[in-house]
């Protein structure tokens, strides 16, 4: 009698604090990689280094559940490319574009999120989607006004991989749900080898030179940050997604953007403008409002 309280408030506590661990880590991961890259590793070979370790484990991991690639072998493969894409394009962004403004387009993916539900799945958003979605277009809107054309549009590279890679996130999230009965290690097996496919097509078709100027402890940092950190993270939101209502840990989830936003003021001299605030604080609270009400998975950043 006496354990059985503890054991209880141990079993509940513990997959928040895995998931707002993996939250920070998604948060401030772009300052490991922006490391990485001054030692003479490009962002594409990083892309590739770090899930290619988390890959390989990833065989592993997914081995018992192997005969289910057959079962739904056309939207496994969809989750691999649309993942492939978004890790991709969101390292990019991270490494060439403002921190806190790439993480809050990329976190308009619970409007994307709801239009693809709506026309794909044929799920009509209830009042409080259509809110979020509101809000959320309108934090778009201000975040993206651009004074010289006088309409919002993305302003550089960054911008567009940012918000396609939060695409890219939704579809991702929409084709898992579809495969609810698959299990999450497969999933998360299929998700990291999507992104060495396409960030070695990436590769390929940028003629991005191999980083013969890399250190040894690049080279090493990015593979301890693929097989520690992409693995790990990957697998605590898995974890966490698993031992909680839904809605609940796309909310602890959300602690991404805190992460982020301090870290970035706290490690660079990148700055936030007041408008740029209130269309993130928007899109922010379209987000929390959306995953209430929602029931997205999420496997990965």
Same mark, same amino acid.
């Given at each position: 009698?006496?354990?059985?309280?503890?054991?209880?408030?141990?079993?509940?506590?513990?997959?928040?604090?895995?998931?707002?661990?993996?939250?920070?880590?998604?948060?401030?991961?772009?300052?490991?990689?922006?490391?990485?890259?001054?030692?003479?590793?490009?962002?594409?070979?990083?892309?590739?280094?770090? =899930?290619?370790?988390?890959?390989?484990?990833? *065989?592993? #991991? %997914? !081995?018992?559940?192997? $005969? /289910?690639?057959?079962?739904?072998? +056309?939207?496994?493969?969809?989750?691999?490319?649309?993942?492939?894409?978004?890790?991709?394009?969101?390292?990019?962004?991270?490494?060439?574009?403002?921190?806190?403004?790439?993480?809050?387009? =990329?976190?308009?993916?619970?409007?994307?999120? *709801?239009? #693809? %539900? !709506?026309?794909?799945? $044929? /799920?009509?958003?209830?009042?409080? +989607?259509?809110?979020?979605?509101?809000?959320?277009?309108?934090g778009a809107m201000i975040m993206l006004w651009n004074p010289n054309l006088g309409f919002p549009w993305p302003q550089d590279t960054s911008d567009w991989l940012a918000i396609s890679s939060g695409m890219g996130f939704s579809f991702s999230n929409v084709a898992v749900r579809r495969l609810r009965h698959l299990s999450s290690p497969l999933k998360a097996a299929v998700a990291w080898w999507g992104v060495v496919f396409i960030s070695g097509i990436w590769l390929i078709f940028s003629q991005t030179p191999l980083p013969h100027n890399a250190t040894l402890t690049a080279w090493g940092g990015a593979i301890l940050l693929g097989g520690l950190g992409i693995f790990s993270a990957t697998l605590a939101v898995v974890y966490g997604v698993a031992k909680m209502p839904i809605h609940r840990s796309a909310t602890i989830l959300l602690f991404e953007l805190i992460a982020g936003a301090l870290s970035s003021q706290w490690l660079t001299n990148e700055i936030v403008t007041a408008m740029e605030w209130f269309g993130g604080g928007l899109i922010m609270i379209a987000g929390y409002v959306s995953v209430r009400t929602g029931k997205n998975e999420h496997l990965v950043p």
């Open positions: 009698m006496t354990n059985t309280l503890p054991s209880s408030k141990t079993a509940s506590i513990l997959p928040v604090l895995i998931l707002l661990w993996a939250a920070t880590f998604w948060g401030v991961v772009w300052y490991p990689l922006r490391l990485l890259e001054q030692a003479g590793l490009a962002g594409l070979w990083t892309t590739w280094i770090i =899930f290619t370790t988390a890959a390989v484990p990833g *065989i592993w #991991l %997914a !081995w018992p559940s192997r $005969r /289910e690639l057959s079962q739904q072998p +056309g939207l496994l493969l969809f989750i691999a490319l649309t993942n492939g894409w978004l890790n991709t394009a969101f390292v990019l962004a991270i490494l060439h574009g403002n921190v806190v403004r790439v993480l809050l387009l =990329f976190y308009l993916s619970p409007l994307w999120s *709801i239009l #693809l %539900a !709506w026309f794909w799945l $044929r /799920e009509r958003p209830s009042a409080t +989607g259509i809110f979020a979605l509101v809000m959320a277009m309108t």
